[in-house]
């Protein structure tokens, strides 16, 4: 199993940042990749951002060149940077984990979301 809480959520000006924060614990020595997603009212969850352990990323087009995912493996924690954030933005965020499974099954855990909000 793993464990992730989510921090630093909040309310931003349009123009503003924010860094999110994700701490895993448990099983956590056989994660691939972890990513924050995201979901506004009325819409679907979406991925936003994710970093493997390799430290390889990927980006969602809307946040590309605002938004940076970083991952310190040594706390087991992912960051997720948020600059000239737009009220588009306004969504819970979830961090998200994958792990291998003990029958080379991918396993995957969620968060319980934190709430961005972008509003002047």
């Known amino acids: 199993q793993v464990q992730l809480v989510e921090s630093g959520g909040g309310l931003v000006q349009p123009g503003g940042s924010l860094r999110l924060s994700c701490v895993a614990s448990?099983?956590?020595?056989?994660?691939?990749?972890m990513a924050w997603y995201r979901q506004a009212p009325g819409k679907e969850r979406e991925r936003v951002a994710q970093i493997f352990s390799n430290g390889g990323t990927n980006y969602a087009d809307s946040i590309k060149g605002r938004f940076t995912i970083s991952r310190d493996n040594t706390r087991n924690t992912v960051y997720l940077q948020m600059n000239d954030l737009k009220p588009d933005d306004t969504a819970v965020y979830y961090c998200y984990v994958d792990r291998w499974g003990s029958r080379a099954n991918l396993l995957d855990y969620w968060g319980q979301g934190t709430q961005v909000t972008v509003s002047s």
């Open positions: 448990g099983t956590v020595s056989s994660i691939v990749s």
